[in-house]
């Protein structure tokens, strides 16, 4: 009963979204931690009204994101990704965008891709 009202606290402000949570038990107290994907902090990111997911099904989500956003949720997912630099890591987070179906920039996430790889979008080192 405790552990249930510990998640529904600490996952208030992930209203609608499907989100992983960590519980960490140490002598029979069990801690609360909220582990974002990457698709839930895209999402987050699009600042879209929270919707009961047992009545809508399928949404698109057709906003647009900043490449700065997409930079800040690639930082935050820093430790979590597999690539050895911070562009592995954005690529990761564009890939997870373009499967969420948003923009970046008003161009399809593909494109910040291609950018990233030929240069014309420079990524800092952390």
Not at 45 to 66: C, F
Request: with cysteine; aromatic share 2%.
């Amino acid at each position: 009963k405790k552990i249930g009202d510990d998640i529904v606290k600490s996952t208030g402000d992930w209203k609608g979204l499907k989100i992983t949570v960590r519980l960490t038990v140490q002598n029979r107290q069990a801690k609360v931690d909220v582990v974002p994907t990457a698709a839930s902090l895209v999402i987050k990111a699009l600042k879209e009204p929270p919707r009961d997911r047992k009545k809508v099904k399928h949404i698109k989500h057709s906003g647009n994101l900043s490449f700065d956003e997409i930079l800040k949720i690639a930082r935050q997912m820093r430790e979590k990704s597999m690539a050895k630099d911070l562009a592995g890591t954005m690529k990761e987070i564009l890939g997870t965008a373009q499967s969420v179906g948003c923009q970046v920039d008003g161009k399809p996430p593909h494109d910040v891709i291609d950018g990233i790889n030929d240069g014309t979008y420079d990524v800092p080192e952390e």
